[in-house]
């Protein structure tokens, strides 16, 4: 928690958005997390921008970039997500998939390579995300997952909310991303680019610090500080490097 609220407590990404208008933007993540065999990651690599190839010449619609973990003793696997899109997309991604055998060129070429593989979409909440558009040059996305507690939902969003609101209103120097797992146990996610190490380094004065000057009362601070961690049963973080070589982008 130390290294969270010294960020944004760190810097702050992703609840399901189902809770926001109808109207909302395309806000749709898709992601796979593929763990190549042992000792296989190169072959699995080059099969994989064969496959990225093939996409490219069918005229994939989607961008899809692939990210590689850093941190841990768990390193052996790639993240390939594609944002953003909605709903009814997936319906028509699907068919386009089907009509053109990328799924039959993907078993074909990297399944062999791989030893497991897992899937699931994200809601992103756009209205309290900060990002960029367009290409910033980010290269290493720090990502804390929030374990929700039951029930706790609710208090979570408004929290998110508030803090997301304090941030901007005060220009946080980072750029973030908050979103909700779609399957499994109740999980948001924050996510916060960086274009290098040294971006990293702790701001100083620190999110606290600057949440009590800019609400201008260091216990209504302090107490909607702690009312945000009071949501979660656990945090986990992860910092990924993005692999642009490997992932597929329009030119």
Not at 230 to 245: I, P, V
Request: glycine share 8%; charged share 25%.
């Amino acid at each position: 928690m130390k290294l969270l609220w010294r960020r944004f407590i760190v810097p702050l990404l992703l609840l399901p958005l189902s809770v926001l208008a109808a109207d909302k933007p395309d806000n749709l993540a898709e992601m796979w997390v593929i763990t190549p065999k042992v000792g296989e990651a190169g072959k699995f690599e080059e099969a994989l921008k064969r496959h990225v190839a093939y996409r490219k010449d069918k005229g994939d619609s989607r961008e899809w970039r692939v990210y590689i973990p850093t941190l841990g003793n768990n390193l052996n696997y790639y993240v390939i997500r594609s944002c953003c899109s909605n709903w009814a997309e997936v319906d028509s991604y699907l068919a386009w998939q089907t009509k053109n055998k990328t799924g039959e060129h993907w078993r074909d070429n990297v399944s062999p390579l791989i030893a497991s593989v897992g899937h699931n979409f994200a809601e992103v909440d756009m209205a309290n995300s900060r990002w960029p558009e367009g290409d910033s040059g980010f290269q290493y996305f720090g990502v804390t997952r929030y374990s929700v507690k039951a029930g706790e939902g609710a208090g979570t969003e408004a929290d998110k909310a508030a803090l997301s609101e304090n941030a901007k209103a005060m220009n946080w120097p980072y750029h973030w991303a908050w979103s909700w797992n779609v399957g499994g146990k109740p999980t948001l996610n924050l996510v916060v680019p960086y274009t290098n190490y040294a971006g990293m380094a702790d701001p100083d004065p620190g999110f606290a610090a600057s949440l009590a000057k800019h609400m201008g009362d260091e216990d209504k601070a302090k107490a909607l500080l702690e009312s945000w961690s009071s949501h979660f049963s656990g945090t986990e973080y992860q910092l990924y490097r993005l692999r642009m070589d490997l992932s597929l982008v329009k030119e």
